[in-house]
């Protein structure tokens, strides 16, 4: 069963409101510093997603994306999504 993560947060130019980014198969979530925007979500295919916020306190959005992911894969297979509110702005969020 497919598990996604709705991430919300207070949009920033360029963000245009909710995205749905899967948590199956992640094999890192990682920020480069504690106060860096920029937060990877890498994937075992190879594959990355990119959420870009206003910059992190002490790892605060990587931090709140884990948490996250660890509580929506406890929940029910009939419940394959789980959202997420972001406590900074999120400027974008890509995959590539």
């Known amino acids: 069963m497919q598990k996604y993560l709705n991430i919300q947060g207070t949009a920033a130019a360029g963000f245009q409101g909710n995205q749905l980014v899967s948590i199956n198969g992640i094999k890192t979530v990682r920020a480069a510093t504690a106060t860096n925007v ?3 979500i890498q994937y075992e ?3 990355t997603t990119t959420v ?3 910059a992190q306190v002490g ?3 990587q931090i709140k994306i884990q948490d996250s992911i660890l509580l929506a894969l406890s929940t029910s297979w009939t419940n394959p999504v789980y ?3 972001l406590p900074k702005a999120i400027t974008s969020i890509v995959n590539a």
């Open 52 to 54: 870009t916020t206003a």
């Open 59 to 61: 790892f605060n959005v």
């Open 45 to 47: 295919d190879g594959t």
């Open 83 to 85: 959202d997420i509110t």
């Open 38 to 40: 920029a937060t990877l």
